[in-house]
């Protein structure tokens, strides 16, 4: 029977729990990597670090140059009590969109504390249940976040405590630029030795930014997926970056280092392919039937039953393909989510 591609019980599988790291793969170019063949329907296993092998001066990497800040903060309410603020999204110098646990006992007007001469106090409450948050400090604010914030791990990585090197683990060696809560985590496998090793092979490689929030993790909940209501996100293309895409068409492969490049330039692109430069918000979500009008390759990772990432993944990979890619990586123990290795889809 033929599957409705709408329906997101089409999207839903099986993991075991086994197969969802808990650490990352170190050094971060040795995870595996699944290389899939749309032409042929191929599939066939490598690591990730002879990816260098595949590509050539004809092709183009589209990185997204993000950097996670440590965007969770543990600290002390007013009257006493434990509380974490997960900030989410900036909306001024001074003031964040943010989720705090236990929300309900932080009212308009209410401090909490994280330090010497650093807090934040209530201003708001969206009908989400997300706070509107407005931070005092005697220092710089990026300092102090870095002295009192953590990175925020995904939830379905489940240790006990966080560890020192996930600060430098979920951030990508190719971080810039200050803004997501989420790591673009198909550029987590690339080491600086493999740039070079690129770079002195004539690919080409471009920087994008898109700030990765915390809906990238939010499961779909309708039925069908069409209905599923898309989290924004920033993304921002310099005129330069502009100007380099569009003098490569059509003579490089333009391969997209993660699904966060993916609907950076396929929200940018017009119907010819051109990218036009600027700073944006998209809330574009990518299911099959979608017309790509700029991707021509993809390095993605392994993502969740049910999630809008599958469904860009499936798009593009064409739906039967990846569920065949799927099954094979659970069957050989492949690694999956953030931390998990990748697949390159040609």
């Known amino acids: 029977m033929e599957k409705d591609l709408f329906a997101l019980s089409s999207y839903q599988f099986v993991l075991p729990q086994e197969l969802i790291a808990q650490h990352p793969c170190v050094p971060r ?7 899939i063949d749309r032409k042929s329907g191929k599939i066939t296993d490598h690591l990730f670090k002879d990816l260098v092998g595949f590509l050539s001066n004809h092709d183009r990497l589209i990185f997204n140059d993000t950097k996670v800040i440590t965007a ?18 900036q909306l001024s110098s001074d003031t964040w969109e ?27 409450t969206f009908s989400a249940g997300t706070k509107l948050i407005r931070f ?7 300092d102090a976040l870095a002295q009192y914030g953590q990175m925020p791990l995904p939830p379905y990585i489940q240790r006990d405590k966080k560890e020192i090197a996930d600060e430098s683990s979920y ?21 600086e030795e493999m740039l070079k090793i690129l770079s002195f092979k004539g690919v080409k490689q471009t920087k994008v930014t898109l700030h990765v929030g915390m809906g990238t993790f939010k499961p779909v909940q309708t039925d069908d997926i069409r209905l599923h209501p898309m989290h924004g996100e920033e993304f921002i293309i310099t005129l330069e970056a502009a100007k380099e895409l569009n003098e490569d068409m059509p003579k490089h492969r333009n391969i997209c280092v ?45 993502h969740l039953p049910g999630s809008t990432l ?4 499936s798009a593009f990979g064409g739906y039967e393909l990846i569920m065949e ?20 889809i040609l």
Request: aromatic share 12%; charged share 20%; net charge positive.
């Open 29 to 35: 170019d040795q995870s595996r990597l699944m290389l």
């Open 72 to 89: 969770r903060l543990m600290g002390r309410r007013q009257g006493g009590g434990n509380t974490e603020i997960l900030l989410l999204k």
């Open 98 to 124: 943010a989720l705090a646990r236990p929300g309900k006992r932080l009212p308009i007007g209410s401090f909490v504390t994280f330090g010497d001469n650093f807090k934040c106090e209530v201003i708001e």
């Open 136 to 142: 005092h400090y005697g220092q710089n604010f990026e």
């Open 171 to 191: 951030q990508t060696v190719y971080a810039a630029n200050p803004g997501a809560v989420a790591a673009p985590t198909a550029g987590l496998h690339f080491s």
């Open 258 to 302: 993660g699904t966060t490049s993916c609907r950076a330039l396929e929200s940018a692109a017009d119907l010819k392919g051109h990218i036009k430069a600027g700073k944006y918000e998209t809330d574009i979500f990518i299911y099959p039937g979608y017309k790509f009008k700029f991707a021509e390759s993809l390095i993605t990772n392994f």
């Open 310 to 313: 599958l469904m860009l993944v």
């Open 325 to 344: 890619a799927y099954a094979k990586a659970i069957a050989d123990k492949y690694r999956f989510y953030s931390y998990g290795d990748a697949m390159m």
